[in-house]
């Protein structure tokens, strides 16, 4: 069974940086994407990073492009959200996700089944 756990959220000022990780097991994940997702309190979960174990371009919505970086490390079986020039507005529940990549877009939002628990991030001003 898949299971992903997060950490490394937190608090920080306008401007700062947070890497957030996400540890996978229960399955050889070379076939998967992963992806982050946000939801800030009263909005929708959304997308904000996704990319293919197996490599490739990632996905980054727009409000994060240039800010935020996603990428995997397959010997730790672990995918990362390195977040810079933090901004007020990405304070939200950060969710890790993953699936399977065959036949399905990574930049789409309802094909994830599996999730982490989420991290708090906290950004002020």
């Known amino acids: 069974q898949v299971q992903l756990v997060e950490s490394g959220g937190g608090l920080v000022q306008a401007g700062g940086s947070l890497r957030l990780s996400c540890a996978a097991s229960g399955h050889t994940f070379s076939t998967y994407k992963m992806g982050w997702f946000r939801q800030a309190p009263g909005k929708e979960r959304d997308l904000v990073a996704a990319i293919r174990w197996s490599g490739g371009s990632a996905y980054y919505t727009d409000s994060v492009k240039g800010r935020f970086t996603i990428s995997t490390n397959s010997a730790k079986n672990s995918v990362y959200l390195q977040m810079d020039s933090l901004k007020p507005e990405d304070t939200a529940v950060y969710y890790c996700?993953?699936?399977?990549?065959?036949?399905?877009?990574?930049?789409?939002?309802?094909?994830?089944?599996?999730w982490g628990q989420g991290t708090q991030v906290t950004v002020s001003s």
């Open positions: 996700a993953a699936d399977r990549a065959v036949n399905s877009p990574i930049d789409l939002s309802t094909g994830y089944n599996y």
